[in-house]
């Protein structure tokens, strides 16, 4: 695997303000425990406007930072954007690209998820991409062909060298924030075919060794455990659980003890 230690990344979406992310990402430091350090990659993701703060707070300490999107170019004209350069600068080494509210809010497409991962390499940043069905999609149950042409149309022109590490989150849409995760044994199924897929344009030392799978969607203490006891998960992309931090801290103590 890529990593042995497991994901746990909190993506508190917009949510929060500046004092508030910094009452939170003190808290899980201060719930953090020296032990946990190899057992566990804990990524912290607020907004933009709250990295600067939760880095400081974060600074020396083993919890990473990441950062909720990226543009595709270092600078230049683009009004709004935020390129990997300065997410670099304050200390961001984690970036989700392609979550689902992004694709259906902002109109995200596969061209665009497709250059962000392409410049996050290239900055050596490490893309958390997120892959899923919606709800229609999987009541007709098209969830296999869906993920084929996320993976094929995000990928299929990246370059993953030996240095590069990739996450890829698999989130089927109509579960996130529904309080009903999706059952372990469909997470295994679909991060099976991901693997393979990856395998199929990368081959299997890279596909094996740089790619990280894990899942997102109503994860939260009551179910963690039972989706990092399955081989093909490598950790979980945590939304509202992640913006408790009494919570956040449950689940990192239950991941510790799989
Ligand atoms: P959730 O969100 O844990 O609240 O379902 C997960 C996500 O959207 O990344």
Excluded at 11 to 21: D, Q, R
Excluded at 89 to 101: Q, T
Excluded at 115 to 136: M, N, R, Y
Aim: charged share 20%; glycine share 6%; aromatic share 6%.
């Amino acid at each position: 695997m890529a990593n042995q230690k497991k994901y746990l990344i909190a993506n508190w979406k917009m949510n929060l303000g500046i004092k508030e992310s910094i009452q939170l990402s003190t808290a899980i430091k201060n719930g953090f425990k020296k032990s946990w350090r190899s057992a566990i990659e804990v990524v912290l993701c607020p907004s933009y406007l709250s990295l600067p703060a939760v880095s400081e707070v974060i600074n020396k300490t083993a919890i990473k930072l990441g950062a909720q999107d990226v543009f595709w170019h270092d600078q230049g004209s683009y009004t709004g954007e935020i390129s990997p350069i300065m997410l670099t600068e304050v200390g961001s080494e984690y970036i989700i690209i392609g979550h689902s509210e992004r694709r259906q809010y902002l109109c995200e497409t596969s061209k665009i998820i497709n250059q962000k991962i392409i410049h996050c390499l290239s900055h050596s940043l490490i893309p958390i991409v997120c892959v899923g069905e919606t709800a229609a999609e999987h009541h007709r149950g098209d969830q296999h062909q869906v993920i084929i042409k996320q993976i094929n149309a995000a990928f299929s022109t990246v370059k993953v060298k030996k240095t590069n590490r990739v996450i890829i989150a698999y989130e089927p849409v109509w579960v996130i924030g529904s309080g009903q995760a999706l059952a372990p044994e469909s997470v295994e199924e679909i991060n099976q075919l991901i693997r393979h897929l990856l395998g199929d344009i990368y081959g299997r030392e890279i596909a094996t060794n740089n790619f990280s799978l894990i899942y997102g969607g109503s994860v939260g203490s009551s179910n963690i455990q039972s989706f990092l006891r399955l081989d093909n998960i490598d950790g979980a992309l945590i939304g509202n659980a992640s913006l408790k931090s009494q919570e956040f801290l449950n689940i990192m103590e239950l991941t510790i003890t799989v």
